[in-house]
Antibody, heavy 117, light 107 residues
Framework: QGLLVQSGPELKKPGDSVRVSCKAS????????ISWVRQAPGQVFEWIAW????????QYEAKVQGRVTLTWDRSTATVYMDLKSLTSDDTAVYYC??????????WGQGTLVTVSS | EFVLTQSPATLSLSLGESATLSCRAS??????LAWYQQKPGQAPTLLVY???SRATGIPPRFSGSGSGTEFTLTIHSLQSEDFAVYFC?????????FGQGTKVDLK
């Protein structure tokens, strides 16, 4: 089990890229992955990506495939989510969450990404 | 497109009453369904996974049931801290999807 702490809010323009970090203190589970989920204003949660830090294997949802990249920095136990070519549709609160037998069982506090011209 | 449909949208109940929340899947998902609670301004909390297994630290008044396409979350004897939004999530198919949520508020 681990505590996830995310980076702060971001304000970006259309076409920009954004990097959101998720530091996993006390992360020790080799079987667990970390998922990223977002919630746009007034919308349903949307799962967008997953990484297994132990192996670096990733999965991306088709809607963001090609625009999103997850990476794991072992030295700082941090997952980075990079999202490029932002549009207003990417405006949302982004969450990271630990995924294991218990899906999305520990969540970060969320990071608001606002895309506006 | 795979869809999870929750009902009702809002449930207005009094302290001590029981709440019954429904989540219907558009295709069979076995028991690969989880329930979460979210309070305003907070991240969600996992309540139930595998349709009926309570997550670590979750009190026994929360119980999940169902399989296939019909799932239920029951909250027995509502406490003040239980008034929140509840949503379901399936991890059987990709992309993983979520229900639109049921708000449980105080009558």
């Amino acid at each position: 089990q681990g505590l996830l702490v995310q980076s702060g809010p971001e304000l970006k323009k259309p076409g920009d890229s954004v990097r959101v970090s998720c530091k996993a203190s006390q992360y020790t589970s080799s079987d667990a992955g970390i998922s990223w989920v977002r919630q746009a204003p007034g919308q349903v949660f949307e799962w967008i990506a997953w990484i297994r830090p132990q192996t670096g294997v990733t999965q991306y949802e088709a809607k963001v495939q090609g625009r999103v990249t997850l990476t794991w920095d072992r030295s700082t136990a941090t997952v980075y989510m990079d999202l490029k070519s932002l549009t207003s549709d990417d405006t949302a609160v982004y969450y990271c969450a630990i995924d294991s037998e218990q899906p999305l069982h520990s969540w970060g506090q969320g990071t608001l990404v606002t895309v506006s011209s | 497109e795979f869809v999870l449909t929750q009902s009702p949208a809002t449930l207005s109940l009094s302290l001590g009453e029981s709440a019954t929340l429904s989540c219907r899947a558009s295709e069979r998902i076995g028991n690969n369904l989880a329930w979460y609670q979210q309070k305003p301004g907070q991240a969600p909390t996992l309540l139930v996974y595998g349709a009926s297994s309570r997550a670590t630290g979750i009190p026994p008044r929360f119980s999940g049931s169902g399989s296939g396409t019909e799932f239920t979350l029951t909250i027995h004897s509502l406490q003040s801290e239980d008034f929140a939004v509840y949503f379901c999530h399936q991890n059987n198919y990709r992309p993983r999807t979520f229900g639109q949520g049921t708000k449980v508020d105080l009558k």
